[in-house]
């Protein structure tokens, strides 16, 4: 089993890896041998810090050996295709993590591999990130019930939260400049599971909601339209006025990387309904969880 997407997750699926995730983290010292003597490759054709960091301790907190493979080094569909990297790599490695722009990349290799492949972000979705997403609402509040109002570019991570949230039984709100959408078919995937509000209006987004999320605007690939981008987003920005908006017992949370001054204030960064810390700490658990799941 392979884990590329919230969409092709089943609410089985993703109620076992949150169940795993809620465990590991109560009980690290619990699984220090769950998975001994295994190998697992960490590939990266884009920057990251969490990710990369937490997805190796966590392997090695579970007995894992983490390979980093750098794209430098293999040049991805450059030195050889896609497809070629995997077959090889799954000749050593009992699973493949990862980071590629073109989510096309993991749907081919998965196509001609046996072994488990997980996706540490593409241009499509951030299943992962969307793990440990809801790890940190849950220790908020019930997700069953909750709204999530997630302002700005409807991007990959955008797409994994909503698909996530609605299949966790919660309802979600986006506010995004006409023409930043989230994909039509994410949004008529997660329609069949739950409430998807769309909307221009960040303050109508947030009235309500119990979480307020956000994302960069420009996304790593998407450097040079971070200009424009910043022109269209500016009324996107969460600030002091969109966190009274939404109330007091609404929580903060970005994947980070973070660009304080655009896509959020260090005001509403630094305040008490910040959990952007918790939610990359739960970056490490979630990963252990998505191991344990397809591995254990
Ligand atoms: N949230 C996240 O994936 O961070 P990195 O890009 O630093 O891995
Ligand atoms: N949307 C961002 C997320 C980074 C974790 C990007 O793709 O760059």
């Not at 010292?29 to 003597?37: D, E, F, K, N, W």
């Not at 697992?40 to 990369?52: A, D, E, H, V, Y």
């Not at 739960?282 to 969880?289: Q, S, W």
Request: glycine share 8%; net charge negative.
């Amino acid at each position: 089993m392979s884990f590329l997407s919230i969409a092709d997750t089943t609410t089985a699926d993703l109620t076992r890896m949150l169940e795993l995730g809620t465990a590991v983290k109560s009980d690290p010292s619990g699984y220090r041998t769950a998975l001994v003597g295994r190998s697992i490759g960490l590939f990266f054709q884009k920057q990251s810090l969490r990710t990369w960091v937490s997805c190796d301790v966590a392997a090695i907190q579970l007995g894992i050996h983490p390979i980093a493979i750098r794209n430098e080094q293999t040049g991805l569909g450059v030195r050889e295709t896609p497809e070629d990297v995997g077959r090889v790599l799954e000749r050593y490695l009992d699973l493949l993590a990862m980071r590629v722009f073109d989510h096309n990349d993991l749907t081919n290799i998965d196509a001609v591999t046996d072994m488990p492949l997980v996706n540490l972000l593409s241009d499509l979705e951030h299943p992962c990130q969307a793990v440990a997403d809801l790890l940190t609402l849950a220790e908020h509040r019930p997700i069953e019930g909750s709204r999530v109002a997630y302002l700005g570019d409807g991007n990959n991570v955008c797409h994994s939260l909503i698909l996530g949230v609605v299949k966790a039984g919660g309802a979600v709100t986006v506010a995004t400049p006409s023409g930043y959408e989230p994909d039509p078919a994410v949004v008529e995937a997660a329609r069949a599971h739950g409430d998807v509000v769309l909307t221009d209006d960040p303050h109508e987004a947030v009235t309500g909601a119990d979480v307020v999320y956000t994302d960069v605007w420009a996304s790593m690939g998407q450097e040079e339209e971070a200009a424009l981008r910043r022109r269209h987003f500016a009324r996107f920005q969460v600030d002091d006025r969109i966190m009274a908006a939404a109330g007091p017992d609404a929580i903060f949370m970005h994947c980070l990387p973070a660009h304080r001054g655009e896509e959020v204030t260090d005001a509403v960064m630094e305040s008490g309904q910040s959990r952007v810390f918790d939610q990359a700490e739960n970056r490490l658990h979630a990963f252990k969880a998505v191991l344990l799941h397809l591995l254990g």
